[in-house]
């Protein structure tokens, strides 16, 4: 799987060089997409950064949200971060397995070009059944990088959503 994800990131890197974010590109306009279990968030703006990504995801805070917690979330994250081409919901659901080797990987709806981080963290996002409990013990078989910072921020990001 790590391999796959390299070969992925590789492959798109001369896009990534562009250093926008998002989805879909249409002129200097991107779509930036942030889906949950029971949600899908989404902008539509031009030329967006790592920075504006971030603002973006907490655009979508409760009005209730103290501006402190935000500003305590919103600091974990850097403005430089590399833009990598990134799948966006890997799950067991999303990955196709034959002969003990992956044959496929679906489900690329959410696929696109985001901060480095976003693909760790969306990892931990995966829903999974009680045969998959060992899924999220995984991540260091599959990416090279963790973001235990960035992991723990989205995780206050998701929690001040708007349900």
């Not at 696109?112 to 829903?127: D, L, M, T, V």
């Amino acid at each position: 799987m790590r391999l796959n994800m390299a070969q992925t990131r590789s492959t798109a890197a001369l896009q990534a060089k562009r250093n926008l974010v998002g989805s879909a590109f249409a002129g200097p306009f991107s779509l930036m997409v942030d889906q949950h279990a029971l949600n899908t968030y989404w902008a539509v703006r031009p030329k967006p950064t790592c920075a504006q990504f971030v603002a973006f995801l907490t655009s979508l805070f409760v009005a209730s949200v103290p501006a402190i917690v935000a500003s305590a979330v919103t600091s974990h994250f850097r403005s430089d971060y590399a833009v990598r081409f990134t799948h966006g919901q890997l799950s067991p659901k999303n990955i196709v397995v034959k002969n003990s080797k992956i044959v496929c990987i679906l489900g690329w709806d959410n696929g696109g070009w985001y901060p480095e981080w976003w693909e760790y963290i969306k990892f931990f996002e995966a829903r999974t059944g009680p045969e998959n409990q060992d899924w999220y013990d995984y991540a260091t078989h599959i990416f090279v990088d963790t973001f235990q910072d960035e992991l723990a921020a989205y995780q206050g990001i998701a929690r001040c959503q708007r349900p």
